[in-house]
């Protein structure tokens, strides 16, 4: 099968894995309320029992070309990555929010004393190595409902997620095809979602053509809090 080919059957079945859960509560932030040419780069720093890692090949290079992102990180991999996380987070544009205490499989399985216990646990972990309070959050693997994205926002958060997938965590999607698929599929507003703790296995690899490429298109990257705290 040729690369088109590959992206097109992956995209397909992606869309489809979506397209079979019911829709979110629209208050599911899946873009930002933006007609101006940004878009918000977002990694998500996913830990459950396995221990992962903090890609720098990813963050190093964003940082020192001083492009903000968004990392929504597992409160298990803020412990156990925690000096790496502190030095990550004192650089300006760097926003670190709430993915989490374990990363359980599909949260609609929890009761409502257990998703409080999960962003409860997570934020505290967070704000301890972080030194801020996360005010953002998104469900592992973007499963949701009505119920527990209620309780997640009764509790001051906005729940963040996307408006299409880069699907980064499939080893056979190669660099050219991150790259192709985002400078075909980015419009103004969208979050855009890769993966920072090692399982993202092109991302670091195609995130300089990337940032050239939507730059080069008048995008302008900013981090979701700063522009959800603007409404
Ligand atoms: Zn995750």
């Not at 040729?2 to 992606?14: E, Q, T």
């Not at 932030?29 to 996913?46: I, M, N, Q």
């Not at 949701?144 to 999607?173: F, K, L, Q, S």
Request: glycine content about 8%.
């Amino acid at each position: 099968m040729n690369r088109a080919c590959l992206l097109a059957v992956v995209l397909a079945l992606a869309n489809a894995v979506q397209a079979a859960e019911p829709p979110l509560p629209t208050s599911v932030v899946t873009r930002l309320p933006d007609k101006e040419r940004v878009v918000a780069l977002s990694f998500d720093a996913c830990q459950a029992r396995k221990p992962t890692r903090l890609d720098h090949g990813i963050t190093d290079f964003l940082v020192a070309r001083g492009v903000p992102f968004t990392i929504f990180m597992g409160g298990r991999f803020a412990r156990d990555h925690e000096s790496e996380v502190r030095a990550l987070a004192a650089n300006p544009g760097v926003s670190i929010q709430n993915h989490s205490w374990s990363h359980p499989r599909d949260m609609r399985l929890l009761s409502d004393e257990q998703v409080r216990g999960e962003v409860t646990e997570a934020a505290r972990a967070l704000e301890r190595v972080v030194g801020r309070r996360p005010t953002l959050f998104r469900f592992p693997g973007g499963h949701a409902d009505e119920r527990t994205v209620g309780v997640v926002e009764a509790m001051g958060y906005r729940v963040v997620h996307w408006r299409w997938t880069e699907g980064d965590p499939a080893r056979d999607i190669d660099a050219d095809m991150l790259v192709e698929q985002t400078l075909q599929r980015t419009r103004a507003g969208d979050i855009l979602i890769f993966h920072v703790n090692g399982r993202g296995w092109h991302t670091a690899e195609a995130l300089p053509r990337i940032v050239d490429g939507l730059t080069a298109r008048g995008f302008r990257f900013v981090t979701i809090e700063e522009r959800l705290g603007q409404r």
